[in-house]
T-cell receptor, first 110, second 117 residues
Framework: TQLLEQSPQFLSIQEGENLTVYCNSS?????LQWYRQEPGEGPVLLVT?????EVKKLKRLTFQFGDARKDSSLHITAAQPGDTGLYLC??????????FGKGTLLTVNP | ETGVTQTPRHLVMGMTNKKSLKCEQH?????MYWYKQSAKKPLELMFV???????ENNSVPSRFSPECPNSSHLFLHLHTLQPEDSALYLC????????????????FGDGTRLSIL
């Protein structure tokens, strides 16, 4: 089973700051997804990245897929309290081995 | 509203009880999943169903028994659970099982918070 290592595990910042969280594996991803889970709710898909070196933007969120497709990052610009949540990376293949990372718990303080 | 509804939202049960968790999706999806989310551990895939057929059982103890009577409904029957089974149980659905027909996004319910006394 492919292991997804996420860092940092916890991050507490002030509103307006920038931040980056990471997802890494020793194996090559066929594709990778980022989800955000808010307290009391299930995860919600933010983005899917497929191509090595790919960069996708979602408003203030920038997602990057490493050239070798072994790592990914999520950068948030000018964080807001509404960005608070658990950020999860996810990957899987055609063998039904679906894997989530442990997540980064982000708190943005007003 | 994600289109995936889980009931109950909270459940407290003793180790000798039998209970069931229910999941219903209104998205017309063909794949459904059960995940377990415990503190300090990644989301763990438990079961995967595709067109009502179980395609993955991720080494889950037999005290957890899934049932998928149709593509819109998924149950998790619980009996003789242990304290370490206390967790958030999440149901998800997708158009097809992830990885088999593309990178299908999973739509999650809000989970059932299960506490075993």
């Amino acid at each position: 089973t492919q292991l997804l290592e996420q860092s940092p595990q916890f991050l507490s910042i002030q509103e307006g700051e920038n931040l980056t969280v990471y997802c890494n594996s020793s194996s090559v991803f066929s594709s990778l997804q980022w989800y955000r889970q808010e307290p009391g709710e299930g995860p919600v898909l933010l983005v899917t990245v497929v191509t090595g070196g790919e960069v996708k933007k979602l408003k203030r969120l920038t997602f990057q897929f490493g050239d070798a497709r072994k790592d990914s990052s999520l950068h948030i610009t000018a964080a807001q309290p509404g960005d608070t949540g658990l950020y999860l990376c996810f990957s899987g293949g055609s063998n039904y081995k679906l894997t989530f990372g442990k997540g980064t718990l982000l708190t943005v303080n007003p | 509203e994600t289109g995936v509804t889980q009931t109950p939202r909270h459940l407290v049960m003793g180790m000798t009880n039998k209970k069931s968790l229910k999941c219903e999706q209104h998205l017309g999806h063909n794949a459904m999943y059960w995940y377990k989310q415990s503190a300090k551990k990644p989301l763990e895939l438990m079961f995967v169903y595709s067109l009502e057929e179980r395609v993955e059982n991720n080494s889950v103890p037999s005290r957890f028994s899934p049932e998928c009577p149709n593509s819109s409904h998924l149950f998790l029957h619980l009996h003789t659970l242990q304290p370490e089974d206390s967790a958030l149980y999440l149901c998800a659905s997708s158009q097809a099982v992830y990885g088999t027909g593309g990178n299908q996004p999973q739509h999650f319910g809000d989970g059932t918070r299960l506490s075993i006394l």
